[in-house]
């Protein structure tokens, strides 16, 4: 029979590593808490078209990365309705799905973040994989900049609790309103056209389906071309560039360095005005850690009426990439499962597995372990490894005397306690 493995691209995070992802998702939302966001809980499958429409036909998500469509019945291969579903590749089009579904906006401008799953079929290497973790966070119903600069305040604030602040920079673009962009992309697919030989071929292929994608390219003889192309900037209208202006005027006040990078325009289709990536030179070429922006025009797009969208701005952080990072600059010290481990005779194990119950009732935030009834050598071996602080041990003499012994692991001292007496920790 074949070995059943985990998927390609699909990862288990074992007790020591998960106890690490806790403590950094703890930090996280405490800011999340400290700036007044609430949480959403999503699902992870929808309807196909919401990606189709939500993320946009010409982004790598959706023209190569969509991942499995899952049926609603596996044994008979189709849901009731024959529809297509997917797992969600990213946050935040199922995220203004329902806000639009709940009409979560009507008098209020709500303020949402979430974490989880997503899925893309990429091809897996360090910091990329197929099923990965983000924090997406949507601001919505503000078109003002503090609303930009405020996500961008919150993430340095988060980088700055996670000891990682030193090693991420801010990058920071503007991609302009769309009436502005199509002037500039009629500009931009002249010039990229006069030099079509030159570019690569995603680059070639990119030039009618999403030119602006073109700026992003490795390819260094693209690059080499693209210094002569002309500039986004210089397309802008007065509004862009003054909300643009603000935004880094926040960052000015808020203490928070940035570079503008004209080439940035991040990969999904629905991003107007400011585009910012949080970016680290310890990943290699999985640099960006968290990338967001604004998307005035996505919810009128998802409720299939332009006319009624309303302003937003999001961004997504990619939790596996963190978590490299933070291994590699600020790694958070192994912890221990366990503060206490009771160990017994076999023949007192029940007095044992009684008091144990008790101590974990009237101590509710200790964590309290226990072997099995093997033997008590076995057991020991199991407390000594456990790196607990202390070790209970019951015998036939303590179940006798109503005591526990209490070992403190670090001194080897041994004191015996009354077994009703919770204290000893
Ligand atoms: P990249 O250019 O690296 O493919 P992206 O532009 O596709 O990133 P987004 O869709 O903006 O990424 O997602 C936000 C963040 O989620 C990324 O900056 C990254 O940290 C993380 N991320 C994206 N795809 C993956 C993946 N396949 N595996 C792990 N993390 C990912
Ligand atoms: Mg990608």
Redesign the pocket.
Known sequence: MTKLTAIR?FNDILPAESAKWRKVEHILMQVLDAYGFGQIRLPMVENTDLFARGVGEAT??VEK?MFGVVHGNQNTGADEDDKSFTLR??GTAGCVRAVIEHNLTRGDTPKLWYMGA?F?Y?R?QK????Q???LGVESIGSPLPDADAELIAMTAMMWRRLGVFEHVSLELNTLGEAHERIAYKTALVEYLTAHFDGLDDDSQRRVSTNPLRVLDSKDEQTQAILLGAPKLSDFLGEESRLHFEQVQNYLHTLGIDFVINQKLV???DYYNKTVF?WVTDKLGS???????GRYDGLIGIIKGKPEQSEPAVG????????MLLIEAVNPIADTTACDVFVVAGENVYMNAVLYANELRTHRPNLRVKMASATSLKSQMKKADKSGAGFTVIIGDDEVSSQTVSVKNMATGEQVSYAMMDFDFY
């Open positions: 691209g790598d998500i990365e590749p990213e997503m893309r990429e897996p910091g990329r994989y197929r990965f973790a983000q991040r990969g999904l990536e999985q640099a960006t850690v968290c990338g967001g961004f997504a952080m990619g939790l596996e990439r963190l």
